[in-house]
């Protein structure tokens, strides 16, 4: 909770806030506004980028990739603008091209980095090092600041609070993507408050992933695991909302799946309808039907099933 002007210092000096810390910290906050602004302007340069038109065919793959399924275009234009941020950011930071094998920011840092302002450069140089990872809430150590504890690897950090300590309580979990962009780092715009009681579900999915991951990877660090599966995550909480029914409405304070998920699907729906009606059209007018062709299961290095309408040929399929 934030200390109002005439309340006692949380410093601890016995003063009224006004007379001690006030003025020190919304300096503090100013310079965080002015990175904000920087950082700002420096994501939406990379998303452009990622964007761009020769991108189209990865973009859709990608989409398909982390929303578990085959969408389309249609799937983009479903969703809630902020669901569709959020699997942006997630494409530009981590996804890997198929070919290349590598990233939209990496590819971004070599063509476009040598003409970036020095302050830029270094934040997508140190942007490149981030990775999707559960945090859970641990307290909030002073105004603007938030603790975090890792859930996976057990450090504790202080970050930037960025308004998540008005969304969830202590012991809350927080998945998302630390920028060390500032002092102290900061989560990006795009991660989401959860509930505690999805910590430990979520918690257990990603360590038998990376269990399994190891058991061909034996040297790999959990940084490397979530830059590549990061998108589990989402696979897991799609599942979570399959299984407990019906869409709810947002509560303004922790993150759903269920809305999406219901977008989604009326989306597969009329995709097989649309297909169907394909079909019989080419039936009645005497033309040999397309044959579909079915996939056959697959599974990413870190032993995660894949459903058969995603078609990803990168660096992370490896065959049965």
Request: glycine letters at 10%; charged letters at 25%.
């Given at each position: 909770?934030?200390?109002?002007?005439?309340?006692?210092?949380?410093?601890?000096?016995?003063?009224?806030?006004?007379?001690?810390?006030?003025?020190?910290?919304?300096a503090?906050?100013?310079?965080?506004?002015?990175?904000?602004?920087?950082?700002?302007?420096?994501?939406?340069?990379?998303?452009a980028?990622?964007?761009?038109?020769?991108f189209?065919?990865?973009i859709?793959?990608?989409?398909?990739?982390?929303?578990?399924?085959?969408?389309?275009?249609?799937?983009?234009?479903?969703?809630?603008r902020d669901?569709v941020?959020?699997?942006?950011e997630?494409?530009?930071?981590d996804y890997?091209m198929?070919?290349?094998?590598?990233?939209a920011i990496g590819?971004?840092?070599?063509?476009?980095?040598?003409?970036l302002?020095?302050?830029?450069?270094?934040?997508?140089?140190?942007?490149?090092?981030?990775?999707?990872c559960?945090y859970?809430i641990a307290?909030?150590?002073?105004?603007?600041?938030?603790?975090?504890?890792d859930?996976?690897?057990g450090?504790e950090?202080?970050v930037?609070?960025g308004?998540?300590?008005?969304?969830?309580?202590?012991?809350?979990?927080?998945?998302?993507?630390?920028?060390r962009?500032?002092?102290p780092a900061?989560f990006?715009w795009?991660a989401?408050?959860?509930?505690?009681?999805?910590?430990?579900?979520?918690?257990a999915?990603?360590?038998?992933?990376?269990?399994?991951?190891?058991?061909?990877?034996?040297?790999?660090?959990?940084?490397?695991?979530?830059?590549?599966l990061?998108?589990?995550f989402?696979h897991?909480?799609l599942?979570?909302?399959?299984?407990?029914?019906e869409?709810r409405?947002?509560?303004g304070?922790?993150?759903d799946?269920?809305r999406?998920?219901?977008?989604?699907?009326?989306?597969?729906q009329?995709?097989?309808?649309?297909?169907a009606?394909?079909?019989?059209k080419r039936?009645?007018?005497?033309?040999?039907?397309?044959q579909?062709?079915?996939?056959?299961m697959?599974?990413t290095?870190?032993?995660i099933?894949?459903p058969?309408?995603?078609?990803?040929?990168?660096?992370r399929?490896?065959?049965?």
């Open positions: 909770m934030k200390a109002g002007r005439n309340d006692p210092c949380p410093c601890g000096s016995g003063s009224k806030y006004k007379n001690c810390c006030l003025t020190k910290d919304r503090a906050r100013l310079r965080g506004m002015a990175w904000r602004e920087d950082e700002q302007s420096t994501l939406q340069r990379l998303l980028f990622s964007q761009r038109d020769d189209g065919s990865q859709a793959v990608a989409f398909n990739l982390f929303w578990n399924g085959s969408y389309g275009s249609a799937g983009a234009e479903a969703l809630e669901e941020g959020r699997f942006l997630w494409y530009a930071f890997h198929e070919g290349s094998g590598k990233r590819l971004f840092a070599e063509q476009v980095g040598p003409a302002p020095p302050g830029d450069r270094e934040r997508v140089t140190v942007w490149q090092q981030s990775y999707l559960l859970r307290g909030t150590p002073g105004p603007e600041l938030l603790a975090v504890v859930t996976l690897q450090n950090l202080v930037w609070d308004g998540l300590s008005r969304l969830g309580l202590r012991d809350d979990v927080v998945l998302g993507r630390i920028l962009s500032s002092d900061h990006s795009a989401i408050v959860l509930p505690a009681r999805r910590a430990e579900g979520l918690v999915f990603a360590r038998r992933a990376f269990a399994e991951y190891q058991q061909t990877h034996s040297q790999v660090s959990w940084a490397a695991f979530l830059s590549e990061g998108y589990t989402n897991y909480l599942k979570v909302a399959g299984e407990t029914g869409a409405a947002p509560s304070q922790y993150y799946a269920s999406s998920l219901e977008r989604l699907r009326a989306v597969e009329r995709l097989r309808e649309h297909t009606l394909e079909q019989e039936r009645q007018a005497g033309e040999r039907p397309e579909q062709r079915v996939e056959p697959r599974q290095r870190g032993g099933l894949l058969q309408n995603v078609k990803y040929r990168g660096r399929e490896v065959k049965p």
